[in-house]
């Protein structure tokens, strides 16, 4: 995807201290949204990709550049969001979570190294723990630049927003589509059935992982609703394949509060930043 930025004409920067800044990274791109929280209106939106990197720390100068060079990001905001993706998060019951065994339920599905630090984030109305890694590296990049930034996982604001969205619904799939994951989400009347990732390389595949959540879970393919977030579009070759197996498609909205989300970027489709305007 290329490089974009699109502010509205309604954008103040004399007005940042009632704005949101919600950051998103995945490995190959950042991207940042700004709502206007007393109209709750999304005023802007940026995406910009990083060249391919294979060393680690001239990754990290990328992103630190970045930061330091947009100047829009140095202004004073009401509050300050960080949605980090990656495969590696665990949800745990809440019952059965505690900060002293945290490290220890969260290597029983993942690797955690050395140059690594432990997040979570507690979902909403679900008695649910989501732990995830972050590298310290990039952690200490966002405190330095945002010292009260609040970090979240990307699989928590998309459980999340799924799970609002079925209330009052029999049943909802969603899928974020990510570089070289996809990430799901069943949830009906509420209540979350199954968050999943998997790793992709290919239209073909997209259609295989969508379909197998469908069999698994003996949802009807012609009935229920599949919400699509993230990296594609409605002209692409992989929303054309996905049209002849599932019937009732939908591109995702920000669910962030009980107020729609205002959202009049013609150039840039909302689904693609939903995950970003989101979060609560």
Known sequence: MENFAYFSKTFDILK???????LGLEPCSITYT??????????????YCFAQIDDTNAYYESIKTFLDQDTFLAKHYKRINFVFSS??????????????????????????????????????????????SIPSAITTLMVNKFPEMRFYHQSSTLIDSYVRKS?????????????????????KQGKLELYNHVEYSSDEDLVYHVMN?????NLNNRETNL????????????????????SNIWFSKAISSDRKMIYNFKEIPEHMVANLLSVR
């Not at 700004?34 to 995406?47: E, F, M, S």
């Not at 290597?107 to 050395?114: C, I, P, V």
């Not at 959540?213 to 879970?217: A, E, G, M, T, W």
């Open 87 to 132: 495969p590696k998060s665990t949800l745990i019951p809440h019952e059965y979570f505690n900060k002293v065994t945290l490290k220890q339920m969260f290597t029983l599905n993942h690797q955690l190294h050395d140059s690594e630090e432990l997040h979570f984030n507690k979902l909403l109305n679900l008695q649910l723990v989501n732990a995830f």
């Open 16 to 22: 940042t201290n009632t704005y949101r800044l919600s």
């Open 34 to 47: 700004i709502v206007d929280t007393v109209r709750n209106k999304c005023v802007a939106v940026k995406h």
């Open 167 to 187: 209330v009052n619904k029999k049943c909802v799939v969603g899928v974020f589509i990510c570089v070289k994951y996809l990430h799901f989400v069943v949830a």
């Open 227 to 246: 919400y699509l977030s993230g990296m594609i579009m409605k002209n692409s070759s992989a929303f054309r394949l996905l049209s002849e197996y599932v």
């Open 213 to 217: 959540i469908y069999k698994q879970l």
